[in-house]
Each structure stands twice: as C-alpha cells, then as structure tokens.
C-alpha cells in the first residue's frame, strides 16, 4: 500500500508534540525564576532597531515562557501592545489592541482574548509561542495551524518579524514540517537570541 506522506506527516507530528510537551516541562524548570526577565532583555535587543509599532504578545498557558515582562517594557517604550484572537478552524489569527488590565473573555484552546469592542490592528512584531524548535527556524505549536497561517499572510501584506518564544532547553535536532508550516524569523529565549535571518 503507497503511503501517504501527508498523513504520515500528521501523525509524526503528534507524536512530537506529546514528547515536546514534557520537554517543555524539564525546560522550564531549569530555566529558572528570573528566565522571563532575561527574556525580556533579549527581545528588546531584537526590536531595538525598529521603530515603535504594534507587537502581538501573548497571555502563557500552563508552563510556556511568559512575555508579560517583555510586553510591559515596550508598552513603556511607545509600542501599542495587541493579543491574538481565534477567528475560527481554517483562518489566520486577526489581533485586537490590549493593555495590562483591559477585560479579557475565555477562548478556544485556553486561550483568552480582548472583547469585540477592542481595537482591531495589524502587528508588525509577532511573539509567537512554541512546544519546540530547530536551528532552521521551524518550530511546532498546539497543533491548529494558525501561527503558520497568520504569519504567511501578514508576510503577504508587509514586513513583519516573527519571533518564537520559549526556552534555550525546548530546541531539538529537527522539528517534522510540511509545505505549509511558516518559518520564524528568530527564536528569543532566556538563553539568547538564534537569527534565522538579517533585520
């Protein structure tokens, strides 16, 4: 029977996940209470040569790297913070303005997000979280496909930079990716930054 590499390529992903999910676990744990702090140091380096824009962050779940710190810090520096939204199975993200403190109501995944009344912008940074990543730039996230849709299409429209959040211990030899999974511009984690390309 001929195998289909599409399927085989879903399943190997699976598996991945669940073993990068304990990973994550052992990663946190050894990054140590102030890894947010050095994570924070380290994506103001990255977007030091940007001028103040829009940066979509993230509220963490369970034990991913926070960039609450982060996010604080360039709010203080003139950028206008923003969270992702799930607009459904299929689509890319869309981003609604927030600040430390804006009402938030429950989403898919877990996930929290702005109300419908916040301001809806288009980021130019994106801090993307991630289960695991190589040192080609691939990484892979909960399984739903919509960091890699979203940024093929903001890459469509403009500029952006795509920046994968986690922890120096979350990078593996190879991460399984299709056609369709969207590369990262840079990982940042406590340990440094990894550029997968010049900005």
């Known amino acids: 029977m001929k195998r289909n590499p599409l399927t085989d390529l879903d399943h190997d992903k ?3 996940r669940e073993a990068a999910r304990e990973g994550r676990q052992t990663a946190a744990a050894a990054a140590g209470s ?4 050095r994570l924070a140091r380290h994506i103001n380096a990255c977007v030091a040569d940007w001028p103040a824009g829009v940066i979509s962050g993230y509220l963490p779940i369970a034990d991913e790297m926070s960039p609450l710190p982060a996010m604080a810090g360039l709010a203080r520096n003139g950028w206008t913070l923003a969270l992702p939204v799930v607009a459904g ?3 890319p993200l869309v981003f609604r303005q927030w600040r430390d403190g804006d009402a938030l109501e429950p989403g898919p995944l877990r996930t929290r997000h702005p109300l419908p009344s916040a301001v809806e912008v288009r980021p130019d940074v994106l801090l993307v979280p991630l289960l695991a990543f190589d ?3 691939q990484r892979i996230g909960w399984g739903g496909g919509f960091y890699d849709r979203t940024i093929a299409a903001l890459r469509a429209d403009k ?4 920046l994968g959040i986690g922890y120096g211990g979350q990078q593996v030899d190879k991460v399984p990716a299709g056609p369709h999974d969207a590369p990262l511009d840079a990982v940042v984690s406590e340990a440094g930054i990894l550029k997968f390309k010049d900005f």
Request: aromatic share 6%; proline share 0%; hydrophobic share 45%.
């Open 135 to 137: 040192a080609t730039g």
């Open 34 to 37: 102030d890894a947010a702090e």
């Open 14 to 16: 699976q598996a991945f």
């Open 89 to 91: 199975n299929g689509r």
């Open 159 to 162: 500029d952006i930079l795509a």
